[in-house]
């Protein structure tokens, strides 16, 4: 996947989304942005101790998971917002 496909994809889903109040969806997107930031530094106690327990694996793997959705939603965050 290119990135200006990447974009158009995003793009679409912006607008595909309903109308809802602006000031929800900037604090939805603040909030998604920022967990995306943050949610990796929860990675490494995860990768220090290692993956070897199917409990540690499933951690990991809802993290990388928490992330992707966190990314995908705060996208578009802008500090103007």
């Known amino acids: ?34 967990t995306a930031i943050a949610l990796p530094f929860l990675y490494l106690p995860l990768l220090v101790t290692g993956l070897h327990s199917g409990a540690t694996r499933t951690a990991f793997v809802a993290l990388v998971v928490c992330n992707a959705v966190s990314l995908l939603v705060g996208h578009s965050h802008s500090r103007s917002d």
Do not use: C, K, T
């Not at 990135?3 to 595909?16: M, R, V």
């Not at 969806?25 to 942005?33: K, L, M, N, T």
């Open 1 to 34: 996947m290119s990135s200006s496909s990447a974009y158009e994809l995003l793009a679409q889903f912006d607008e595909s989304l309903p109308a809802f109040d602006e000031s929800l969806v900037s604090a939805v997107r603040g909030i998604a942005f920022w």
